[in-house]
């Protein structure tokens, strides 16, 4: 007869051994979910990739593809072959390379050659090659561009803090000022941070030595037009807004005779492109839309104020990045 103590022992086996079965099937078909997404598909890798070299601006004219003469690489038949025009340098392509993949079952590997200064790249996932190219410089190609200007409006309206990092940025802009007398020691701070000013004329301001109006006398404007060039002698360009500066023509038309007298001259600000949005994300995507619109060897001016520009920032440096232009608009206006 079987004991109490022996039947005990028997269900005690059975279900620790059922534990150690369930744990095992699992383990089995974890491992199996896991082996599954550690990998993407080479075509999901080739397409980000090249998604990166379009963000630099290569052309599809410098990107070839070869036969690999001792296939070594997995399945792998072919390679890129890519030619690296002057003012981009392969580690910052592979640096952005290595970014696209971020949390993804990827592993990017670079080499730099010795031999015909070549560096090879190599993107694997799954333990297997899915993608292999090679960068050589070759300087006498150069990346088709587009140039813009940045004219900042309102930034008496931001906040120092906002104003050290506009002053730190290294990208070039102008600031245009309103016609008062409390501008002048704002814009001896943009000349200090190596920047451009600009005057923006009306009949608003209150300064009465740089009042406007259509009811003065030419003498008067003459001699208000002569005070503002010598308070802000450092731009050769006025701005003047045609339909909201309260100046009629035949006004404008004086005060530019006499800035041209002193080898300055009056620009209606209309003249530019005016970019704003009805929040951020409105205003980034109407700006990409206008950049896509403008072609190579073109050139634009946005008018913007300084808030939104700091906003932008980002777009601005995807901008350069394929190798186009951000200049002073004296560049662009003269």
């Known amino acids: 007869m079987i004991s109490k103590r022996k039947v005990?022992?028997?269900?005690?086996?059975?279900?620790?051994?059922?534990?150690?079965?369930?744990?095992?099937?699992?383990?089995?078909?974890?491992?199996?979910?896991?082996?599954?997404?550690?990998?993407?598909?080479?075509?999901?890798?080739?397409?980000?990739?090249k998604n990166v070299l379009v963000e630099f601006g290569i052309s599809d004219a410098w990107i070839t593809r070869a036969k690999i003469k001792k296939v070594l690489y997995d399945s792998i038949q072919t390679k890129y072959e890519i030619k690296i025009p002057s003012g981009v340098t392969i580690p910052v392509i592979l640096k952005d390379v290595s970014a696209a993949f971020l949390d993804q079952p990827v592993t990017v590997l670079s080499e730099e050659k010795k031999i015909d200064g070549i560096t090879e790249l190599k993107i694997q996932s799954g333990n297997k090659v899915k993608l292999l190219s090679e960068f050589k410089y070759y300087p006498e190609l150069t990346r088709n561009y587009s140039q813009i200007a940045f004219i900042l409006n309102e930034f008496e309206e931001i906040n120092d803090i906002e104003k050290s990092t506009l002053f730190n940025l290294a990208i070039p802009y102008g600031i245009v000022l309103p016609l008062e007398n409390?501008?002048?020691?704002?814009?001896?701070?943009?000349?200090?941070?190596?920047?451009?000013?600009?005057?923006?004329?009306?009949?608003?301001?209150?300064?009465?030595d740089f009042e406007l109006d259509n009811d003065l006398s030419l003498d008067e404007i003459a001699q208000h037009s002569k005070n503002i060039i010598s308070s802000f002698n450092s731009p050769k360009y006025f701005f003047v807004n045609n339909s909201e500066s309260g100046l009629n023509s035949s006004t404008r038309n004086y005060i530019n005779e006499q800035f041209n007298k002193r080898g300055r001259e009056l620009i209606n600000v209309e003249e530019y492109l005016l970019l704003k949005g009805e929040n951020d994300l409105d205003l980034i995507s109407l700006f990409d839309f206008h950049l896509r619109n403008l072609n190579f060897g073109e050139s634009r001016i946005f008018l913007i104020s300084t808030a939104d520009w700091l906003i932008i920032q980002d777009e601005v440096n995807k901008y350069l990045r394929q190798g186009n232009k951000v200049v002073y608009p004296t560049h662009i206006i003269k």
């Open 8 to 49: 005990i022992y028997f269900l005690v086996v059975v279900v620790v051994t059922l534990l150690i079965v369930n744990v095992l099937l699992g383990l089995k078909e974890n491992n199996s979910v896991i082996e599954n997404k550690d990998q993407i598909t080479a075509a999901e890798i080739d397409k980000t990739f």
């Open 182 to 208: 409390e501008s002048q020691s704002i814009a001896e701070t943009i000349k200090n941070n190596k920047r451009e000013y600009f005057i923006l004329i009306d009949d608003n301001s209150s300064d009465v």
